[in-house]
């Protein structure tokens, strides 16, 4: 069984610039929720997308947005880069039951450093 | 605002003593609290959680207590190894969709 993967492993980009990063969800899982994890705290939730639809987001701007694709792989895109963007960005993948909690599986990361 | 808080940054502790991480929490709305560890270059791995309506999940060395009036939950570590370095996130949530709230974190440093 493969398990969550992320890509690109590390990247740099300027201020004002726009990224995406990839995440590839567990084999069965419907569900994937990306999270920002600042130098020093704990993730921040961004959102979170059940089968192609964004089903809750955090408190982040609506330059932060994404995607779900029909094999639950999925995007995360930033537009107008800022400084403060700079970040490990976490996707976490569950096959969610409406009527009970499962855990989640983090991939590994995609460390973004804006300049 | 934090409604997940973990106040100790860093814990160092022997080899074979225990291993307490506090968490606290400000949302009586949560229902589900969780324990993440987190090595280096690595995504966090699921450690152990505890519905609201427990006290205490015991699973090998980890066991997790809950005090709801107090909005407090800790886990235990023992005996500590050192492959237990890592730093361990607190997490809660409200739901059954697992949107996640987190703590700042703890390092944990376990000493020969």
């Known amino acids: 069984e493969t398990g969550v993967t992320q890509s690109p492993t590390h990247l740099i980009k300027t201020r004002g610039q726009q990224v995406t990063l990839r995440c590839s969800s567990q084999s069965g899982h419907n569900t994937v929720s990306w999270y920002q994890q600042a130098l020093g705290q704990g993730p921040q939730f961004i959102f979170q997308y059940y089968r192609e639809e964004e089903n809750g987001r955090g408190n982040f701007p609506p330059r932060f947005s994404g995607l779900q694709f029909p094999n639950y792989s999925s995007e995360l895109n930033v537009n107008a880069l800022e400084l403060d963007d700079s970040a490990l960005y976490l996707c976490?993948?569950?096959?969610?039951?409406?009527?009970?909690?499962?855990?989640?599986?983090f991939g590994p990361g995609t460390r973004l450093t804006v300049l | 605002d934090q409604q997940v808080k973990q106040n100790s940054p860093s814990l160092s502790v022997q080899e074979g003593r225990i291993s307490i991480l506090n968490c606290d929490y400000t949302n009586s709305m949560f229902d589900y609290f969780l324990w993440y560890k987190k090595y280096p270059a690595e995504g966090p791995t699921f450690l152990i959680s505890?519905?609201?309506?427990?006290d205490k999940n015991e699973d090998g060395r980890f066991t997790v207590f809950l005090n709801k009036s107090a909005k407090h939950l800790s886990l235990h570590i023992v005996p500590s190894q050192p492959g237990d370095s890592a730093v361990y996130f607190c997490?809660?949530?409200?739901?059954?969709?697992?949107?996640?709230?987190f703590g700042a974190g703890t390092q944990v440093v376990v000493t020969p």
């Open positions: 976490a993948s569950s096959s969610v039951d409406a009527w009970e909690f499962n855990e989640q599986f």
């Open positions: 997490a809660a949530v409200s739901d059954s969709w697992g949107k996640l709230q």
């Open positions: 505890i519905s609201s309506i427990k």
